[in-house]
C-alpha cells in the first residue's frame, strides 16, 4: 500500500558514535523523502564526528575514525539535511525516542533552530511492538518476506524502514493511511520535548518529569524557584530541553 500524504515525509536513520543523546554525534546519516505526489528524492552523508568513533560502536556499523576523517562535519552539512527535512514529516526505527531526538541535538548545536511544531513523526518500531513483538531485521522478513542485508548501514535500514511501514499498512487495515494519525499511534507518551524530562499531564500542561520537582507543573516551579530554570541552562542537559523551557518561560512572561 502506498502512503497518503499531504505533505512530504522523510524516512531517516542515523548511526553514531554512541547511544548518549546530548553527547554523542552522527557519523551517517540517510534520508529518504516521499512526496505526496509520489516522487522520491534520497541523500546518504557519511559525518566527521569531531570526536571519536569507540571501537565498540564501529564494531556495531562498521565506521571508523579513519573513514570518517576527510567528511564534512554535521554543522557544514546542517543547511542540507535542514533544508531536505523542514517542509516534511519525519519517519524512523524508533526514531521518537533516539533519531529524532540526537538529530534535534546535532541541528540545534549548529545553530538551526530545528523543532517539531509544524510537523508529526510516525516512529515504525512502535507500530512493530505493538502489533508483533520484534527487531529492525525480524520485522522486515516478518513484513515483506525479505532479509536485511548490510544490516546498521544507515542506508539499508532507512529503506527497510519505509518497506515496513508500507507493508504494515497492508497487513493491518485498522490502521488508517494517515501520517497524523500513525504519529498518534506511534507515540508512547505526550511529552514536551525529546529527552522526555518535560510532559504534559491531564490539564495540557507542562510538568517535569525528574528530578525533586518531579510531576510538579514546570510554570509553577519556575515562579517560585527561577534559580531551577538557570540550574538547569547551566546544567548538561540536551539543548532541546532547554529550548523548551526557554519557549515556557517566554510565554509565561508575555502573558503578565
Not at 525480524?138 to 508500507?166: P, Q, R
Request: charged share 30%; net charge negative.
Amino acid at each position: 500500500m502506498e502512503l497518503k500524504l499531504n505533505k512530504p515525509i522523510c524516512f531517516f536513520d542515523l548511526e553514531t558514535t554512541g547511544i548518549d543523546i546530548g553527547k554523542d554525534r552522527i557519523v551517517e546519516i540517510s534520508i529518504f523523502k516521499v512526496f505526496p505526489n509520489g516522487n522520491k528524492e534520497s541523500k546518504t552523508w557519511l559525518v566527521n564526528p569531531t570526536i571519536p568513533i569507540p571501537p565498540q560502536t564501529t564494531a556495531v556499523h562498521g565506521i571508523t575514525d579513519e573513514k570518517v576523517a576527510n567528511e564534512p562535519t554535521f554543522a557544514e552539512l546542517a543547511p542540507h539535511i535542514h533544508n531536505m527535512i523542514k517542509d516534511s514529516d519525519l519517519g524512523g526505527f524508533n526514531s521518537d525516542r533516539f533519531d529524532i531526538p540526537l538529530l534535534a541535538e546535532e541541528l540545534l548545536r549548529a545553530g538551526v533552530d530545528f523543532d517539531m511544531k509544524n510537523k508529526v513523526s510516525v516512529d515504525v518500531q512502535t507500530i512493530f511492538h505493538k502489533m508483533e513483538e520484534r527487531t529492525l531485521s525480524a520485522a522486515l522478513k516478518f513484513y515483506c518476506g525479505k532479509s536485511l542485508e548490510n544490516a546498521h548501514s544507515a542506508e539499508a535500514d532507512t529503506m527497510a524502514t519505509y518497506e515496513i511501514l508500507k507493508a504494515q499498512l497492508d497487513r493491518y487495515p485498522e490502521l488508517e493511511n494517515d501520517m497524523k494519525v500513525l504519529s498518534e499511534f506511534t507515540t508512547r507518551k505526550k511529552i514536551a520535548d525529546f529527552a522526555g524530562m518535560i510532559a504534559f499531564d491531564e490539564d495540557n500542561e507542562e510538568i517535569f518529569t525528574f528530578g525533586k520537582h518531579k510531576g510538579a507543573k514546570v510554570e509553577k516551579i519556575m515562579e517560585s524557584e527561577p534559580g531551577y530554570f538557570n540550574w538547569i541552562q547551566n546544567a548538561d542537559f540536551p539543548l532541546y530541553t532547554k529550548k523548551v523551557l526557554t519557549g515556557i518561560k517566554l510565554r509565561k512572561l508575555n502573558t503578565k
